[in-house]
């Protein structure tokens, strides 16, 4: 696993995960079958509180990303 990140909903975060599969000088789009995005959970920014998923849900691949 990497470091998580922070996208304000699933399709930004897609978004941004695709384009740096696209990136040529990144790992991701080195080695894309060694990455898929997955989500973690949720945050709250009403009340300052997150919501953590028991197992990490798959979105994606860095592979379906790069075609």
């Known amino acids: 696993y990497s470091n998580p990140f922070y996208a304000p909903n699933e399709q930004i975060a897609v978004r941004d995960f695709t384009r740096a599969c696209r990136d040529p000088n990144?790992?991701?789009?080195?080695?894309?079958?060694?990455?898929?995005?997955?989500h973690l959970g949720s945050?709250?920014?009403?009340?300052?509180?997150?919501?953590?998923?028991?197992?990490?849900?798959?979105?994606?691949?860095a592979l379906a990303c790069k075609e």
């Open 26 to 38: 990144l790992d991701l789009s080195k080695f894309p079958e060694d990455f898929s995005l997955q």
């Open 43 to 61: 945050f709250n920014d009403e009340n300052a509180q997150f919501s953590i998923n028991l197992n990490p849900v798959p979105v994606t691949t």
